[in-house]
């Protein structure tokens, strides 16, 4: 039986009420491997920073397997994001979770996969599959990232005496789909320029904060190293003091996100630095973009969603230009690994 996000409530409360006798929920564990590992970012970062009593961890899936926490087993939920359900490592760690006896939520685009069988609940979250993927014709409140955040907000809140901020955070999730269809439109003029001027570059860095960042490290890996063959990093904005800004100069190319919430700071200092020192600098600014709609009190779990849903209009634009299309691959899927 597969669920979709609006049933993630009750999956938590019926695991909760599973593990009652057997000493309850202690941890939580986000496990996945590349793009999906990226996407689970958010509910790493919502739970350091709202739980007071639930361990939490983001690994990916073949370090889980290999270096497993000692704590892991039947007082645990593990979360694994597999997009079609057969990524190898992905697999392995959700049979390890069946045999430790932790409750398994495996998230995923296909109901009918390898992984499935490994699941005790198989939520089922919305993906543009359209070929260019910038239709945009979905609701990006049951997108993959959404549905980790609702685990981790409703296991706060079914645990620790509720999650004060709740009401509001669900009323973010009524929010984003128009504010990310907004900025998809708002961004495409300059999607168009971005890709003419950077169509010769061989790199290209991105940066990024907080409940965001994940949205960074996926376009560099997933997009700009993976689809593209570019050389790029993901720097943190808070570390880039420490190390990376030496490289910084005028022919280097950046793409920085601007965050709204808690880490804003931190992105706003590199930004300073980037004006400065370097000339090829792609803002996305989440208040430009329309984030600020959404209570202050929640709105960093946000920015992720609206930077990773906006990065597709530049990729569409820049592989036309550069004549390297998307699903161009020279080893995945292709040779032994």
Not at 104 to 124: H, Q
Not at 240 to 257: A, K
Not at 294 to 322: K, M
């Amino acid at each position: 039986m597969s669920y979709n996000s609006s049933d993630i409530k009750r999956i938590i409360a019926e695991i909760i009420e599973a593990k009652k006798d057997k000493g309850g929920v202690r941890s939580l564990y986000l496990v996945g491997c590349g793009g999906s590992l990226g996407a689970l970012y958010p509910a790493k970062t919502f739970m350091e920073k709202e739980s007071a009593k639930i361990k939490s961890a983001w690994i990916n899936s073949s370090e889980f397997i290999h270096s497993t926490p000692k704590d892991f087993g039947e007082n645990s939920i593990i979360v694994l994001a597999c997009h079609k359900g057969n990524t190898p490592e992905t697999i392995q760690a959700a049979k390890l979770g069946r045999d430790r006896g932790a409750a398994v939520i495996i998230l995923t685009w296909l109901e009918e996969s390898e992984i499935v069988e490994f699941g005790d609940y198989i939520v089922l979250y919305s993906f543009d599959a359209s070929p260019d993927h910038l239709a945009g014709n979905i609701d990006y409140s049951g997108e993959k990232t959404l549905c980790a955040l609702y685990i981790a907000v409703e296991l706060l809140a079914q645990t620790e005496e509720g999650y004060a901020n709740y009401d509001k955070f669900y009323e973010g999730t009524k929010m984003i789909t128009t504010i990310i269809r907004n900025a998809r439109n708002h961004v495409a003029d300059r999607a168009k320029e971005f890709a003419v001027a950077r169509k010769n570059d061989r790199v290209i860095y991105t940066m990024g904060s907080g409940a965001s960042y994940g949205a960074a490290y996926m376009e560099s890996i997933c997009i700009f190293m993976e689809m593209q063959w570019l050389d790029s990093s993901s720097i943190h904005t808070g570390e880039y003091f420490h190390g990376p800004f030496e490289i910084t100069d005028s022919n280097r190319p950046f793409m920085i996100q601007i965050s709204e919430g808690s880490t804003r700071e931190l992105d706003e200092r590199a930004l300073v630095f980037l004006r400065k020192y370097a000339k090829n600098i792609e803002i996305l600014d989440a208040k430009e973009l329309g984030l600020s709609v959404i209570d202050a009190s929640v709105i960093d779990y946000f920015n992720h969603s609206l930077f990773n849903n906006v990065y597709p209009i530049y990729n569409h634009e820049l592989a036309a230009e550069r004549k390297h299309p998307l699903p161009t691959r020279r080893y995945m899927w292709k040779v032994e690994y």
